[in-house]
């Protein structure tokens, strides 16, 4: 789960970490005062789900307050696109009026959970402000990444070869080893998956502050993380896999235009990428579980459906915990509930594929069998032709 960095301040503020003072607001009528209570000069930062927002214009200074209603005016409301949100962008309804920093340097930080190591993972740069992936491709000597054992959590003499590796020196040293000591502290503790702040930056005051920050979470962790999973915004969160996590579904749209029913990640992304090998691409991922059931099958058609560019659709189901059958009489009913004029192309294999092949075929309805996973996707490929 993403949040937004006035949220991931927030956390950062409970850690007992500095971050500049600011107010968030959802009305431009609301802009004047909040720039007055936290001080004139002010940065207004659009507050949506993706980097890349001030080279996008979501990222502004106002020296006064005529700028603040200016710009606040313009950027609330506004299809904000970056690298990140694709071509339609994404709606600003919350801006966060921000206190100017007195900035002397930028650094970039970050934590992540790197699963080739089985730990947790700090990385530091002297490149603060400017995307980690640029500086990983064209400069990876720029990049001390730490690994932590997670049993011992990190150590004093961990956080100070961070700081050496800044060129960090007296109070701002000191500061940057808390800030590092605190920050794996709320990563560790809140369940995050990635927490990034960029820019840290030293003040003329040597003040060490996130003046940035970025946080995801473990969706498997949620449960127990209620103060976090508060911080949700389904406004950010694509429509068909906000539909798809109500219906307990696995769902990621894509790009393509064959629609993909299966049961298990593993085979769903064999699947998606036999679809490509056969020279397609696929709309969406869809794990429907190993225990689908007809009407959690019904409930992946009518996704699928919803989004326009799927043209035709391949299920591929592997009958273990769950049977084929069942399956079978799901897609039965899901067609014609939706009255589907799309090719359906059907793989069935495993616990009572017999079966469920004589009702597909009983059905009296245009679907294509499939025996092998290759045919499959030839199969439905083919109809696209």
Do not use: W
Not at 58 to 63: L, W
Not at 131 to 152: R, Y
Not at 269 to 277: G, P, Q
């Amino acid at each position: 789960m993403k949040i937004h960095e006035y949220q991931a301040k927030e956390i950062l503020r409970r850690y007992g970490i500095s971050v500049p003072k600011s107010k968030i607001i959802e009305d431009t009528e609301e802009a004047e005062n909040a720039a007055l209570e936290v001080g004139l000069p002010v940065v207004i930062k659009a507050q949506i789900h993706a980097g890349g927002r001030g080279k996008g214009g979501g990222v502004k200074f106002a020296p006064s307050i005529q700028d603040v209603k200016k710009i606040s005016n313009k950027m609330l409301g506004m299809q904000l696109r970056t690298h990140q949100t694709g071509p339609n962008g994404q709606k600003v309804r919350k801006l966060l009026i921000e206190a100017a920093s007195n900035i002397k340097s930028e650094f970039y930080v970050g934590l992540i959970v790197d699963r080739s190591k089985s730990c947790i993972s700090f990385m530091v740069s002297a490149e603060g402000g400017m995307d980690i992936e640029e500086i990983a491709e064209k400069s990876p000597e720029k990049i001390l990444k730490l690994p932590i054992n997670t049993a011992l959590g990190i150590q004093a003499f961990q956080a100070r070869k961070l700081a050496f590796f800044l060129n960090l020196r007296a109070d701002a040293f000191n500061n940057a080893v808390k800030f590092f000591i605190l920050l794996y502290h709320a990563f560790v503790e809140t369940d995050a998956s990635l927490f990034e702040v960029n820019p840290m930056v030293l003040t003329n005051e040597n003040e060490i502050i996130a003046l940035d920050a970025k946080a995801n979470f473990d969706d498997n962790a949620l449960y127990r993380r209620s103060n976090i999973y508060e911080y949700r915004d389904v406004h950010e969160e694509d429509e068909l896999e906000l539909k798809a996590s109500e219906a307990n579904l696995n769902y990621i749209k894509l790009d393509g235009n064959i629609g993909c029913m299966v049961n298990g990640a593993g085979l769903a992304m064999a699947t998606m990428d036999i679809i490509k090998l056969s020279g397609a691409e696929p709309a969406n991922f869809l794990d429907v579980g190993g225990s689908a059931s007809a009407e959690t099958v019904e409930k992946g058609f009518k996704i699928i459906l919803s989004d326009p560019n799927v043209k035709a659709i391949l299920i591929n189901i592997f009958g273990g915990i769950v049977r084929c059958d069942r399956v079978a009489n799901g897609v039965v009913e899901a067609i014609k509930n939706a009255g589907l004029s799309l090719p359906i192309v059907v793989r069935l294999q495993g616990t009572n594929a017999e079966i469920g092949k004589e009702i597909l075929e009983n059905s009296g309805l245009n679907i294509i069998a499939a025996t092998e996973l290759k045919d499959a996707a030839e199969k439905v490929v083919s109809t696209l032709k």
